[in-house]
């Protein structure tokens, strides 16, 4: 019996707070590309596993490091003078009775892969330079995926939390929806000059939303300064008007604050990424596993991306974690938010959390005597559940950044 300890409090947004700050760093942020490297490795593991020898097998290829080239961009198309370099380190089993498993061949093909369908602007640079730095896990860890094969328990591979809440408010959904908007295909087809390396703070104070944009301009779809400065306005009213969908406070937008056209200095890229040049990335470094960077929020520092979804609670605890609050606010109108705490035990059943807590705030004139029965049960049918994760994650269904 899973030991569930539920409490309320009165307010647990902090879009009630005199400021509220969230970030997002976009899909071409090289923290962010480095965990869709280590995700995208991961969930190919998967399928290889799976394909070949009938189960998932054990990896955790959750470390990755993205070292920054050299560039000269240019009005009308520049040059990268060194290309980057990709490091996908971590543990997998790389044969299996037998079997070679070719993880350095799965390495390259899943990060040629991403970069070209991920980047737009990448596709014509010079190809990174990548480093598969993946050893053999440990005897045991692999024995537990033998046993959950056997007796179709799957035992949690570490003594981790995972932690989530809904819903998201104003701010976390207009700030998650901008830069999906920016980034997507729509867009890209329409402004090729904007890249992908998209970053966005938003600060709400004073019942006003202030937005700082950073956006990478690719320099051959740029003739010169006048039209670089013309794309920051189309910035500003591709971001105004879908927020206007969103939010009826006063926005301010700002794009690419940094730059100073009297020095000729602008946030110009070769590949719409600084990952060309300007910083490096690593994994779990960025947004949580709803995608967001939330400091009036309960977050953990678990780096969910490239471990794996069959044993490893640093992910599936987060994203559990993340869908029980939902559940229960979808689920149950006296709810107005919830957060949600798991914790577990290394070598113990995934779905048997060591500890399970529920924060809820209630509609007012509701008591949680009457639903306290529907809560245990709506979290009891979500850890039931997260088995159906694995399947989700290959699916693409469920996004870890």
Same mark, same amino acid.
């Not at 035992?155 to 999906?180: F, H, I, K, W």
């Given at each position: 019996?899973?030991?569930?300890?539920?409490?309320?409090?009165?307010?647990?947004?902090?879009?009630?707070?005199?400021?509220?700050?969230?970030?997002?760093?976009?899909?071409?942020?090289?923290?962010?590309?480095?965990?869709?490297?280590?995700?995208a490795l991961s969930l190919a593991l998967c399928r290889y596993y799976r394909d070949h020898?009938?189960?998932?097998?054990?990896?955790?290829?959750?470390?990755?490091?993205l070292w920054g080239g050299e560039s000269h961009p240019a009005f009308g198309g520049g040059?990268?003078v060194v290309p980057m370099e990709i490091f996908l380190a971590g543990r997998a089993t790389?044969? /299996?009775?037998?079997?070679?498993?070719? *993880?350095? +061949? &799965? %390495?390259?093909?899943?990060?040629?892969?991403?970069?070209?369908?991920? #980047?737009?602007?990448?596709?014509?640079?010079?190809?990174?330079?990548?480093?598969?730095?993946?050893?053999?896990?440990?005897?045991?860890?692999?024995?537990?995926?033998?046993?959950?094969?056997?007796?179709?328990?799957?035992?949690?591979?570490?003594?981790?939390?995972?932690?989530?809440?809904?819903?998201?408010?104003?701010?976390?959904?207009?700030?998650?929806?901008?830069?999906?908007?920016?980034?997507?295909?729509?867009?890209?087809?329409?402004?090729?000059?904007?890249?992908?390396?998209?970053?966005?703070?938003?600060?709400?104070?004073?019942?006003?939303?202030?937005?700082?944009?950073?956006?990478?301009?690719?320099?051959?779809?740029?003739?010169?300064?006048?039209? /670089?400065?013309?794309?920051?306005?189309? *910035?500003? +009213? &591709? %971001?105004?008007?879908?927020?206007?969908?969103?939010?009826?406070?006063? #926005?301010?937008?700002?794009?690419?604050?940094?730059?100073?056209?009297?020095?000729?200095?602008?946030?110009?890229?070769?590949?719409?990424?600084?990952?060309?040049?300007?910083?490096?990335?690593?994994?779990?470094?960025?947004?949580?596993?709803?995608?967001?960077?939330?400091?009036?929020?309960?977050?953990?520092?678990?780096?969910?991306?490239?471990?794996?979804?069959?044993?490893?609670?640093?992910?599936?605890?987060?994203?559990?974690?993340?869908?029980?609050?939902?559940?229960?606010?979808?689920?149950?109108?006296?709810?107005?938010?919830?957060?949600?705490?798991?914790?577990?035990?290394?070598?113990?059943?995934?779905?048997?959390?060591?500890?399970?807590?529920?924060?809820?705030?209630?509609?007012?004139?509701?008591?949680?005597?009457?639903?306290?029965?529907?809560?245990?049960?709506?979290?009891?049918?979500? #850890?039931?559940?997260?088995?159906?994760?694995?399947?989700?994650?290959?699916?693409?269904?469920?996004?870890?950044?």
């Amino acid at each position: 019996m899973v030991e569930t300890v539920i409490t309320t409090r009165e307010d647990l947004s902090p879009a009630g707070f005199a400021v509220e700050m969230v970030e997002r760093k976009g899909l071409g942020h090289p923290d962010t590309i480095c965990d869709a490297l280590a995700e995208a490795l991961s969930l190919a593991l998967c399928r290889y596993y799976r394909d070949h020898f009938g189960l998932m097998l054990h990896h955790n290829v959750d470390k990755a490091l993205l070292w920054g080239g050299e560039s000269h961009p240019a009005f009308g198309g520049g040059e990268i003078v060194v290309p980057m370099e990709i490091f996908l380190a971590g543990r997998a089993t790389s044969s /299996y009775k037998g079997h070679r498993v070719p *993880i350095g +061949e &799965l %390495v390259e093909e899943t990060v040629h892969r991403w970069l070209q369908e991920n #980047l737009h602007a990448l596709q014509h640079e010079p190809a990174p330079v990548i480093h598969p730095l993946i050893r053999h896990g440990s005897v045991e860890l692999v024995e537990l995926y033998e046993r959950q094969q056997r007796t179709g328990v799957a035992l949690a591979n570490d003594t981790s939390c995972g932690v989530g809440y809904a819903p998201l408010d104003e701010l976390e959904q207009l700030v998650y929806a901008t830069e999906r908007h920016l980034n997507s295909p729509q867009i890209k087809h329409r402004y090729p000059a904007l890249g992908e390396d998209i970053k966005i703070m938003g600060v709400r104070q004073q019942a006003g939303i202030e937005l700082t944009i950073a956006c990478a301009l690719v320099d051959r779809h740029v003739r010169d300064a006048d039209e /670089y400065l013309a794309y920051k306005q189309t *910035i500003v +009213e &591709l %971001v105004s008007n879908k927020a206007a969908g969103i939010t009826a406070l006063p #926005l301010q937008v700002n794009v690419n604050t940094a730059d100073a056209p009297e020095q000729e200095r602008f946030y110009l890229t070769v590949t719409g990424t600084s990952a060309e040049a300007g910083d490096d990335g690593e994994v779990g470094r960025g947004n949580r596993t709803n995608g967001l960077i939330t400091p009036g929020r309960p977050m953990n520092m678990e780096a969910a991306a490239g471990k794996n979804p069959v044993t490893h609670v640093g992910k599936l605890y987060n994203l559990t974690a993340q869908a029980m609050a939902r559940d229960l606010v979808d689920a149950l109108p006296e709810v107005a938010a919830a957060e949600c705490f798991l914790v577990s035990r290394i070598g113990q059943p995934i779905r048997e959390p060591w500890l399970l807590e529920v924060r809820l705030q209630l509609m007012a004139g509701s008591e949680l005597t009457s639903i306290r029965s529907a809560v245990e049960a709506i979290a009891r049918e979500r #850890l039931e559940k997260i088995d159906q994760l694995q399947d989700q994650l290959l699916d693409s269904v469920v996004p870890v950044y």
